[in-house]
């Protein structure tokens, strides 16, 4: 492993140049601009309590939105926890 050396004034610019870039960022999108949350396959199993073929089950049935980069699969947190409040309200028979 590596060190880099910065002097406190190179440090003091990159502080500047990244605190006045997430300015720029709050002005664009505002503090209304909810951030979504992502889960991968074994989040999604975590929280939900089932294998990963019944995740890939839901997928194929549609039951729980994905959007797939690569090979990967990733779900909003806010549809994983629509579907679990959906499966644990159901009727226990």
């Known amino acids: 492993m590596g ?4 002097t406190d004034q190179n440090w003091q ?3 500047d140049e990244i605190l006045g870039l997430a300015d ?10 909810k951030h979504t949350d992502w ?4 989040d999604v199993c975590r929280l939900l309590n089932i294998s990963k073929r019944t ?6 049935m549609g039951v729980l939105p994905f ?3 690569g090979h990967k699969c990733y779900y909003k947190r ?3 926890e629509r579907l679990l409040l959906t499966k644990t309200d159901k009727p226990k028979k």
């Open 13 to 15: 610019k990159l502080r």
């Open 24 to 33: 720029c960022c709050h002005k664009a999108f505002g503090e209304k601009c």
């Open 67 to 69: 959007a797939q980069i």
């Open 55 to 60: 995740l890939q089950h839901y997928r194929d």
């Open 3 to 6: 060190y880099l050396i910065i």
């Open 39 to 42: 889960l991968h396959n074994g």
């Open 78 to 80: 806010e549809d994983v």
